[in-house]
């Protein structure tokens, strides 16, 4: 069982890795572009083993974090140039939904 702090703690840490830091380049460049994708990852991947202080972690679950994004930014930037508002908040909450399971998961196999 994962203690509920730690839970808490690591959703924090991904939002500020995910959101916060994410610029708006990074953010409207990543479902077209590597080069933002990876600027995006790279940052996440960073800003992960900092506050986490565990680089392993960071760097799987950055790997991870950008398999994700790739596959998820690229079919909801499709679904919101054809106006399908609803599915692009669809994907957009799978692919959080995705990256708490990992985290979560790769939490477990990593310092368990």
């Known amino acids: ?4 702090y730690v839970i808490v703690y690591i959703m924090f840490v991904h939002w500020i890795a995910d959101f916060v830091m994410q610029t708006d380049e990074m953010a ?3 479902s077209s572009s590597n080069r933002w994708l990876l600027a995006h990852t790279s940052t996440y991947t960073i800003v992960m083993a ?13 790997i991870l974090h950008t398999v994700v994004d790739y596959i998820t930014s690229r079919c909801s930037s499709k679904l919101w140039a054809k106006g399908d ?9 799978l692919d959080q939904l995705i ?3 990992t985290l979560i998961a790769t939490y477990k196999l990593l310092w368990h």
């Open 1 to 4: 069982m994962v203690d509920s």
């Open 28 to 30: 409207k460049g990543k």
């Open 50 to 62: 900092v506050l986490t202080l565990n680089p392993i972690y960071a760097l799987v679950n950055g």
């Open 85 to 93: 508002v609803h599915n692009f908040f669809v994907v957009i909450r």
């Open 99 to 101: 990256h708490v399971v």
